[in-house]
């Protein structure tokens, strides 16, 4: 148990549909990371939240994706106007304390009918 | 050129080989070396972490790395069919984590 739990764990979809995950916590932790990872591939950096406040994302976050960490607990990653080449695993991970030991959930795999 | 290069494999030994898993890089910014097991529709397992040259060992597994070189290594040593899995290494500079594409590993009991 990574102490990260991740909702829904399979995710298909039409194109065009709006899809939202969600990443919680089972503890406090100040440092969440979203990735997208694609076949034969590794994990891809989205964006990172330190508490609330989202500090980087990566070009690859086009503006038909949007994250939030509304109280700095859970998080929540949205994809509007779904295309078939978002269809991927989503993972979420969190750093464990005072090191940069990072820990991912179980991820959230997206099909894009 | 990707930040992080891995061998994508497949790699396949028979049980009790000692495996040899490497990644290179070029960002001489890297200051902090992971290595990850991942099963199939799995998230990644964080299996070591090393912030300086040289090496780490944790029961089977050694992780090795040489910043000169820009190059790190994982041994497994007695390979379990258990140990069948994508390994990934990972590389950390500021807030931002990069990962190589993952070598899959099989280990033929």
């Known amino acids: 148990d990574t102490g990260v739990s991740q909702d829904p764990r399979h995710k298909i979809t039409k194109r065009g549909q709006n899809v939202t995950f969600r990443c919680d916590p089972i503890s406090e932790h100040n440092r969440l990371y979203w990735y997208r990872q694609t076949l034969g591939q590794g994990p891809e950096f989205l964006t990172y939240?330190?508490?609330?406040?989202?500090?980087?994302k990566s070009r690859l976050l086009s503006d038909r994706f949007s994250a939030e960490r509304p109280k700095g607990s859970f998080s929540t990653l949205e994809i509007q106007r779904t295309e078939q080449g978002d269809s991927a695993m989503y993972l979420c991970?969190?750093?464990?304390?005072?090191?940069?030991?990072?820990?991912f959930g179980p991820g959230t795999r997206l099909t894009v009918l | 050129q990707k930040e992080v290069e891995q061998d994508p494999g497949p790699l396949s030994v028979p049980e009790g080989a000692i495996v040899s898993l490497n990644c290179t890089y070029s960002n001489s910014a890297f200051q902090y070396f992971m290595w990850y097991r991942q099963y199939s529709r799995k998230g990644p397992e964080l299996l070591m972490y090393?912030?300086?040259?040289g090496n780490k060992e944790d029961g089977r597994f050694t992780a090795q790395v040489d910043k000169s070189s820009k190059y790190i290594s994982l041994f497994i040593r007695d390979s379990q069919p258990s140990d069948s899995a994508t390994y990934l290494c990972a590389m950390l500079t500021g807030n931002q984590f990069y990962f190589g594409t993952g070598t899959s590993l099989t280990v033929i009991p």
């Open positions: 991970a969190l750093l464990q304390g005072d090191y940069n030991e990072q820990f």
């Open positions: 939240f330190q508490n609330e406040a989202q500090l980087e």
């Open positions: 090393t912030y300086s040259s």
